[in-house]
């Protein structure tokens, strides 16, 4: 058949570009379906029953920024070498912008070791971190995300699927945690981001912050009751129900909004005019319950920190815009509502079911001014 | 299948659990360009006129026609200074699966351009805004997979998708410029010898298993 060796040399040419064509077909990028890396052990390690008196005291004489640094060197200290170099990052904002709302069957590019790659004291060390830059305020900062680790645990525990478990979220520190210089205490997973960036130990930047929970009404895992973001849907409820019709009127967008705007991979995404009701239009109860809105996101962090962003905001609440698509009740599928400020952004976008019926919500928290620390 | 599938490409740029994304591909060719659209139904029926029907069946009269009017109404070609709207040639729904969502109803259209006076099959800006206008979260996915010009197939790398999407900060859809490479008698050989050894491969694959 292949009778000279011209012949045979252009079938093997054939053969290997058809080969190529192939392969690069077959080429998958690691998305759904796609084996977890091995870091996602799916081990639940639920935040409510781990010890971390012993960090706390250690760090006891500190306060503030101080005690969260005190906190991470302490995790630092003793840290196995290769926990060390995926724990402890150098500053880039390329690395703080690696953040998502899915689990890890859907995104895999967050850093940081997951927790159940932690002895139980490290994981003892990491949750009085947390309630350090967190706050401890009930339903809020550290208990919020407490309650959404616990929601994983539950869709492990009622769906099978691998990728959910409280133990696949992560922390990192992108930059060294000091007195001088920038750096980001980092801590996310599914339906989670927590982002505080400190210059020379001041917070200069709380945001994006992702909050988000499947199933989202009450449910019981880990020992207790969760329902994490059950007063942020109330407050945004209350604020749009609390209008007259006329200022619903207003309020109301003319398209649906399926998605958050300014999500995940979309920090530029900023609308370039506002839309809405103007805050500064409104009567004063009315501004208080946009205020109360704001303040369940706010008080995500740790109290005095929190206290200092609100007076920004509300400084900034007459030319604050709220908008919404969909119903006031906050309660259907593609329910939509934004807060739009000079420096405030948050948006809450009630999603359909992925793994339980019902409706769940997607949620976050920017600055115009300040995500990222105002590093770009 | 076509939306899932590019949903789970780009799993690393979608950011919720909307439904996925509207996916167009491409074929360019002398004669003219075929658009295949792939749009989930459920946001397509957020976009769609009052007049038709939530729950109509959009491939039976009247709502197949008003489909069509809305579809091209929010697809046009520009090139040569003009501006031209393809024809819708077919209309069929048909069911997908995404990781997010489960199992959804696609609707699944052709259209046509032909070449001509008015029209450049081989670089032309789309301008797509269908569902867009009136669900700004939602995106398209655009890709060329067909163009015998440019050596390119179906089963090559995706490695010139683009997305259509609302830019909340010019407030706009921006039209999308399709831009073929110049006609190339080694690429079209090039083209041609690979189809052909993909066609060998799978007839050896054949023959070994029989």
Same mark, same amino acid.
Request: aromatic content about 10%; charged content about 20%; cysteine-free.
């Given at each position: 058949m292949l009778k000279t060796p011209k012949a045979a040399l252009t079938a093997i040419l054939l053969v290997l570009a058809a080969a190529a064509v192939v392969m690069a077909a077959q080429r998958g990028r690691g998305g759904f379906g796609a084996a977890l890396p091995a870091w996602y052990t799916n081990r639940s390690v639920p935040l409510g029953p781990v010890d971390a008196s012993a960090a706390e005291r250690t760090c006891t004489s500190t306060q503030g920024h101080a005690r969260i640094v005190c906190l991470a060197d302490l995790l630092k200290r003793e840290l196995q070498p290769e926990l060390l170099t995926r724990l402890q990052l150098p500053y880039n904002v390329a690395d703080a912008r690696r953040w998502s709302n899915f689990p890890p069957m859907g995104y895999r590019n967050r850093v940081g070791p997951t927790l159940a790659e932690f002895t139980p004291a490290q994981v003892g060390v990491i949750k009085a971190l947390l309630k350090a830059a967190a706050g401890d305020v009930a339903n809020e900062g550290y208990d919020e995300i407490e309650q959404i680790l616990n929601a994983d645990d539950f869709l492990k525990n009622n769906t099978g699927e691998s990728g959910f478990a409280s133990g696949n979220f992560q922390v990192a520190f992108i930059g060294t945690p000091a007195t001088t210089g920038t750096w980001e205490l980092y801590f996310g997973g599914h339906h989670l981001a927590f982002g505080s960036t400190y210059k020379d130990g001041v917070l200069?930047?709380?945001?994006?912050?992702?909050?988000?929970?499947?199933?989202?009404?009450?449910?019981?895992?880990?020992?207790?009751?969760?329902?994490?973001?059950?007063?942020?849907?109330?407050?945004?409820?209350?604020?749009?129900?609390?209008?007259?019709?006329?200022?619903?009127g207003r309020a109301k967008l003319p398209q649906t909004y399926t998605d958050l705007v300014v999500g995940p991979q979309r920090d530029d995404n900023f609308p370039k005019t506002k839309a809405g009701v103007r805050v500064g239009d409104l009567s004063d109860d009315k501004r208080q319950r946009v205020l109360q809105a704001i303040e369940t996101?706010?008080?995500?962090?740790?109290?005095?920190?929190?206290?200092?962003?609100?007076?920004?905001?509300?400084?900034?609440?007459?030319e604050t815009y709220v908008a919404f698509s969909g119903t006031p009740a906050m309660g259907a599928e593609n329910d939509?509502?934004?807060?739009?400020?000079?420096?405030? =952004?948050?948006?809450?976008?009630?999603?359909?079911?992925?793994?339980?019926?019902?409706?769940?919500?997607?949620?976050? =928290?920017?600055?115009?001014?300040?995500?990222?620390?105002g590093n770009r | 299948m076509a939306a899932g599938l590019m949903c789970a490409l780009f799993a690393g740029e979608a950011s919720a659990h909307p439904m996925p994304n509207s996916v167009i591909t491409i074929s360019l060719a002398d004669a003219g360009a075929r658009f295949d659209v792939a749009i989930p139904l459920p946001d397509l029926r957020l976009a769609l006129p009052a007049s038709i029907p939530a729950t109509a069946d959009l491939r039976l009269e009247p709502q197949r026609t008003a489909l069509i009017d809305y579809l091209t109404a929010h697809t046009a070609l520009e090139s040569t200074g003009a501006v031209v709207r393809p024809v819708v040639e077919s209309v069929a729904v048909d069911e997908s699966v995404d990781e997010n969502v489960g199992r959804y109803q696609e609707l699944r259209v052709r259209m046509f351009a032909a070449a001509g006076p008015r029209f450049a099959p081989r670089e032309f800006s789309l301008h797509y805004d269908a569902v867009i206008h009136q669900v700004p979260t939602h995106y398209t996915m655009v890709r060329v997979v067909q163009d015998s010009h440019a050596a390119r197939l179906a089963a090559q790398p995706d490695d010139n998708a683009r997305v259509i999407r609302f830019d909340f900060a010019r407030n706009e859809v921006a039209a999308l410029p399709i831009v073929s490479a110049a006609p190339s008698p080694w690429r079209e050989r090039r083209a041609a010898a690979m189809i052909g050894a993909a066609l060998l491969i799978g007839l050896v694959s054949l023959r070994r298993r029989a």
């Open positions: 200069v930047g709380a945001t994006p912050s992702f909050r988000g929970v499947e199933p989202f009404t009450s449910f019981r895992e880990n020992g207790r009751e969760n329902a994490p973001l059950v007063q942020e849907q109330a407050a945004f409820a209350g604020m749009l129900t609390g209008l007259t019709a006329a200022e619903q996101y706010v008080r995500d962090i740790d109290p005095p920190d929190a206290a200092v962003i609100l007076t920004r905001y509300r400084s900034e609440l007459a939509y509502v934004r807060i739009d400020g000079p420096s405030v =952004w948050i948006e809450l976008s009630m999603q359909p079911g992925r793994s339980l019926p019902g409706v769940h919500p997607h949620s976050v =928290w920017r600055d115009r001014t300040s995500d990222y620390g | -």
